[in-house]
């Protein structure tokens, strides 16, 4: 008895989160339809009751629906009569419009754009015919075929078979496959599997299909094998491709249609991305030379970018690279670089390149398994120096100087640019380029140092330093060798004064 008035009570309070999360977004999606659709709420909830699918569509794309139909030459009250309209994709709404009239349906009604996919499928030529919805004066097959505008002259029969018996769908098929094979050279086989691949070209306007062939030829000059290559390309938005290359122009220095010979997937990324995550890379100061390496950076969201960007500020490991000419690399392929840093750090590799974080599988697995722990070439540590000293000295410089030290490859990156940054306040970048190998050395070893110069409080053996020198005397860069010989007194030059306390000496 008791457990039955618990059970009652329970089921009268409780309300499931997803029940009032529900609710919430019906009142939202009311919202909208009365604001787009001009009607009052009960007029509202009587289209979402008759068509439950409009609750999860947001303002924008109600928005753009309804945008499109004015576009098309309807009007509000279609979507009243009609909502499921709603339901279907602007762009999908505005190419199925455009095919049906290449077809010869002169007056299409908003009953078209529904029943779309039996009128192309489902009913030959012929019954169209008949039913008088295309007109029997209408040559079909060459309507369609005048939508193409580079059909060689001595070209005689376009589609073998009796035309009337053919659904719109197939006619329209025939009619691309053939433009393909003799503008591409593209075989049967080439074409199916393409077809698999992207089954949305089968719904594109053949206008469309040809104004994007006449670009990609024309204008930016890619040849057969690319465009065969990437055959997303053929369903892609032609006045999209026109406001990139109108709009971009170039990209760190470069012409846009030469970066998209190399990068075809920049042409179906819509233009104002295209722009924004231009203008996050310049707010990001990242320079011409990153972008030029890494095109592939267009490819990903905005928000995306700018999130990663912004997480690279607090991992030093990452920060170390912002201004390395491969930097975007590490932005782009961030995941695995991420998970590389976790998983080297946890098998103490600290010695870490961009190369390491961002390159290949094989590579990355020849160090992981490789004993030490070791820069590699070290190019990444000269180049991280010679940004450091503001570039004033180059790689081959810095390198001559540093590799004096027989440990040079052994300093993680990110250690270097500390002591860098500690330095820098009291030491010019002269200073620190001409005894550059301190920067290799631990910054808790080099303040002891530093702060017994100051003091004079030296002690053991190093008390002779203040019956002999005077201190005041040297210059910056005098003082910074001096550090160094210190660091290095007690190891007899070996090089092992680089090692931390709790480091075995090598």
């Known amino acids: 008895m008791i457990l039955r008035i618990l059970v009652c009570r329970t089921s009268r309070s409780w309300r499931p989160a997803n029940v009032r999360s529900v609710s919430c977004d019906r009142k939202i999606t009311l919202k909208h339809l009365c604001k787009y659709l001009n ?16 609750k ?6 109600i928005e753009n629906v309804i945008d499109v139909l004015y576009r ?10 009609q909502p499921a309209l709603c339901s279907i994709l602007p762009v999908t709404l505005n190419f199925r419009y455009k095919v049906l009239q290449e077809c010869g349906i002169d007056n299409v009604s908003s009953s078209h754009l529904l029943s779309y996919l039996t009128t192309m499928k489902q009913k030959t030529i012929g019954e169209l015919k008949d039913s008088k919805l295309i007109p029997s004066i209408v040559n079909v097959e060459n309507r369609l075929a005048s939508y193409m505008t580079q059909w060689p002259t001595s070209l005689t029969t376009l589609v073998h078979g009796d035309v009337n018996k053919m659904t719109l769908s197939e006619l329209r098929l025939k009619i691309i496959q053939r433009y393909l094979e003799l503008i591409l050279d593209i075989s049967p086989n080439e074409f199916e599997r393409g077809l698999q691949t992207y089954p949305t070209i089968k719904h594109r306007p053949l206008q469309t299909i040809n104004k994007t062939l006449n670009i990609l030829q024309g204008q930016i000059v890619m040849n057969n094998e690319k465009i065969k290559s990437n055959f ?14 109108y709009n971009l122009r170039s990209i760190a ?3 846009i249609k030469e970066i998209i010979r190399r990068y075809p997937k920049l042409a179906i990324r819509n233009c104002s991305t295209l722009v924004e995550i231009k203008t996050i890379l310049e707010q990001y100061g990242i320079g011409d030379e990153a972008q030029k390496r890494c095109f592939e950076i267009y490819t990903l969201s905005p928000s995306t970018i700018k999130e990663r960007l912004e997480k690279t500020k607090n991992i030093p490991e990452f920060n170390t690279f912002y201004n390395h000419p491969r930097f975007l690399k590490m932005i782009h392929y961030n995941t695995k670089a991420s998970k590389r840093l976790i998983d080297l750090y946890n098998t103490n590799k600290k010695c870490l390149s961009l190369n390491i974080l961002s390159g290949s599988s094989t590579h990355y697995k020849v160090y992981e398994r490789a004993q030490g722990d070791r820069l590699g070439k070290g190019k990444d540590l000269l180049f991280c120096i010679s940004q450091s000293l ?23 990156l990110v250690h270097v640019k500390y002591v860098h940054k500690q330095l820098c306040s ?17 910054w808790n070893k080099i303040r002891q140092v530093i702060n017994s110069l100051n003091t004079k409080s030296f002690t053991g053996s190093d008390t002779l330093f203040n019956d002999l020198l005077d201190i005041e005397m040297l210059n910056k860069s005098q003082k910074l060798s001096l550090i160094t010989y210190i660091l290095e007194k007690n190891h007899y030059f070996s090089g092992n004064g680089v090692w931390s306390e709790e480091k075995q000496t090598r």
């Open 39 to 54: 009607v009052n709420e009960s007029k509202a909830e009587y289209l979402l009751l008759k068509n439950p699918s409009l």
């Open 56 to 61: 999860n569509l947001d303002s924008l794309r």
């Open 72 to 81: 098309l030459g309807f009007h509000r009250e279609v979507l009243l009569k």
């Open 232 to 245: 997303y390309l053929l369903h892609m938005d032609p006045e999209n491709l026109e406001n990139i290359l």
């Open 253 to 255: 220095g470069i012409d």
């Open 390 to 412: 503001g570039n004033l000295y180059s790689t081959n410089d810095i390198g001559r100087i540093i590799k004096r030290h027989p440990f040079w490859q052994y300093i993680p």
């Open 426 to 442: 009291e030491f010019t970048a002269h200073d620190i380029y001409e005894n550059c190998t301190i920067l290799l050395y631990p």
